[in-house]
Every structure is written in C-alpha cells, then in structure tokens.
C-alpha cells in the first residue's frame, strides 16, 4: 500500500514536471528543435515554426533542416550538427532563410541526446539576433564614422593653424614696415589704427601658434616612459625662471613620483599650471605648493596658489578652447593653457580639475594612472 502510493507521487511529480516543461517549450520565444544526425528535422516548437515562417508543423518536420540553413552557411552547419553529434562542439551563429524568404540571424545552443535505441540526436536551443546583429554592425558603421570624422577634423585643425601662420606672418610684417617707413607721414589717427592692426595680427598669431600646439598634442601618439617628476620640475621651474623671479614667487615642491608618460606633455603640463598659478596672482607674491598624493591606482597631483581664485560655477568653462574669465589687458594670454593641459591628461587616461573660491586661491588636481611602461 505505502509503495503504491510513493509510485502514484513518483508518477504525479514526473507528469507534473513534464507539463511544466511542455508548457515552456510551447509558449518560450526562442526556438527549441531536436535534429537527427543526418539533418532531418525531428521536432521544433512553435516559436521555431514561427522562425522558419512553417505554416504548420507538416511544412518542415521530417524534412531537412539544412534547407532551411541559408547556403553560405549549409556546410558550417551540417559539419557543426556532425561535431555536436560527437559532443565536441555547443554553439554557432548562422544564417536561416525561411520558407518565405526571409533571412535571420541566429544564435544556436546546442547539445547531444542520446536516445534508447543507441542513436544520438542534437537537441538546441536557438535565439533570433538579427537585430541584435543589425545594431551592433549600425554601431560599429557609427562609431566608424565618427573616428573618421573626428581624424579630419583633427587634421582639418592641424592644417588651418599651420597653413594661417604664413600668411599672418606677411600681414604682421608688412604692417610694421609701414609703420617704420612712413612714420613721419602718418598723422596720430593713422599711427594708432597701425598700431590696433599690429596688436591684432600678433594676438591671432598667438592663437594660431597654441591652436597648432593643441592639435599637435591632439594628433601625439604618445611616446610613453618612466619619467622623474622631480627632475621634470626642475627643468620647469628653469624655463619659467624670469617670470619667478619678476613675480617674487616663492614655489615649494613636494618629493615626487616616477610616473609613465609622455615627457614632453607632462612639462608642458606643470608648465602651464604653474605659470597660470604664477599669472593670475593677487595682491600678495605668489606661493605656490606642488604636492602629490598616491592612491591605489593612480597619482594624485595639485597645484596649489595663494592667487585670485576662480568663481566655482565658471570652474568648467576654463577647460574649453579660447575660453577665458579676464580681458587680454587685465591678463595677457589666448585661453588655450588648460584645454591642452586637459588634452594631455585625457592622453594619459587620467582627469583635471579645479576647486577654487575668488580671492582664495586655486588648486589645480591631476590623476595620472599608475602603469608600467610596456602597459
Ligand atoms: P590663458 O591663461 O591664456 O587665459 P588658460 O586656458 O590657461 O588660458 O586659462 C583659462 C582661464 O582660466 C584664464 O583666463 C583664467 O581666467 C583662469 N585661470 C587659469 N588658471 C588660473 C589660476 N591659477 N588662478 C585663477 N584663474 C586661473
């Protein structure tokens, strides 16, 4: 009596799991198809049917699937069903062409049956990617054109600022040897209109000149190795030695790290932020701290000034190109310092940013990732 019963649950559970599992295979959108070894069609499930575009079950079981198999793909398939056969292989993307016509990309899981009577059967699962397929390929095509797109502007950039320093060069010099040839003849008015034309054609070709040094920094490659901060420094702080001194500038710098880089970026880098810490100095002689600090995965650089500051809701706008919070007479300079300095950060793959109140003072922060030079 008890082994009835147990045998009656044994029999329940089974028909239960067996409903459970029908019920999947019949409402999942994914196709679900058993196929013999010589390619005949042994079952699908109607999401399958639907795929193939079967009208019925009749259209295609019993026939072979490698019919439906688009024929670029027919022999990677027939050679794949043999392998899943012999248990050595479980996936493969192919092509079907259904029984209207229609091609789909599909993505098949598959594994071997080993029936009672000794054959073995492969059973898969089988997902439609087409559009998965069509997106990635769109966005591969997009972030193709993109790259594309941004090289020629790139080049466009590098060009125009190369090619526009000849002829301001002619504009700047002719302008002067007309001042200096006909300075008697001229009255005050035609005298100051020269000397307006002068200041402009010397203020674009400062811009040209940065505009060829940002696309250069644009176009590098970046020729990294192990570069000593603190001797980079040094070499640094004696390039800027006169503005130093004329500012009365009192700099201190911390031990510093050997980070992988690109030498010359990285000078042009503390370059520019000392010299900006220097330029946009208060009333008081500048002091200026450089320190690091190291994290896990990174170096933390700042550059620290007793200078006016900066107002924190334009601290974003600095970074862009030809952006600037004062007018040349105030503060010389064509606003280009930090968007190469963001360049050569980015080059790096690490961030720049500020943190800053007006009148107390900036500090600029740098992360450069820890690698090795081979990385
Ligand atoms: P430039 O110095 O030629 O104007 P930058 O790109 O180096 O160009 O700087 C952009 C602007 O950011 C400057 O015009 C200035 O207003 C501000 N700035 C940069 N560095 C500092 C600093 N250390 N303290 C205060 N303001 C700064």
């Not at 090289?151 to 200096?180: I, T, W």
Request: proline residues 3%.
């Amino acid at each position: 009596m008890k082994y009835e019963l147990e045998r009656q649950q044994r029999e329940e559970d089974l028909r239960e799991r067996t409903e459970h599992l029908s019920t999947l295979i019949e409402t999942t959108p994914e196709c679900i198809k058993t196929v013999a070894p010589d390619g005949t069609l042994l079952q699908m499930n109607p999401a399958g049917l639907d795929m193939v575009e079967a009208g019925s079950a009749s259209d295609v079981i019993d026939e072979n699937v490698y019919d439906l198999i688009a024929p670029d793909h027919r022999d990677r398939f027939r050679e794949f069903n043999e392998r899943i056969c012999q248990d050595e292989e479980r996936t493969l993307e192919f092509d079907i062409i259904g029984l209207e016509g229609t091609r789909r990309h599909m993505e098949t899981h598959a594994a071997p049956l080993h029936k009672s009577d000794g054959t073995t059967v492969h059973v898969a699962l089988t997902r439609d990617i087409t559009e998965q397929v069509e997106r990635e390929e769109q966005l591969e095509e997009t972030v193709t054109q993109l790259q594309q797109s941004n090289d020629r502007l790139k080049q466009f950039a590098y060009a125009a600022s190369h090619d526009l320093q000849e002829p301001l060069r002619m504009v700047s010099s002719y302008l002067q040897l007309l001042e200096n040839q006909y300075k008697d003849d001229l009255d005050e008015d035609a005298q100051e209109y020269i000397d307006f034309a002068v200041n402009g054609a010397d203020r674009m070709r400062a811009m040209v000149d940065d505009l060829l040094a940002f696309s250069r920094v644009e176009q590098a490659d970046g020729e990294f190795e192990s570069v000593e901060c603190d001797a980079l420094l040094e070499r640094v702080m004696n390039d800027i030695q006169v503005q130093i001194e004329e500012a009365n500038a009192e700099i201190t710098v911390q031990s510093l790290p050997t980070v992988v880089s690109d030498r010359s970026q990285l000078e042009q880098l503390f370059s520019n932020l000392v010299s900006n810490a220097i330029k946009y100095r208060g009333d008081d002689p500048p002091e200026i701290d450089i320190r690091v600090e190291e994290r896990a995965n990174y170096w933390e650089f700042s550059v620290v000034d007793n200078g006016i500051g900066i107002d924190p809701d334009k601290t974003d706008r600095i970074f862009e190109v030809f952006k600037r919070l004062h007018h040349e007479d105030e503060y010389p300079g064509t606003g280009i310092g930090l968007s190469l300095c963001q360049k050569i950060v980015e080059n790096h793959g690490g961030e720049i940013w500020v943190d800053s109140e007006p009148g107390e003072g900036s500090t600029f922060f740098v992360t450069l990732p820890k690698r090795t030079a081979e990385s």
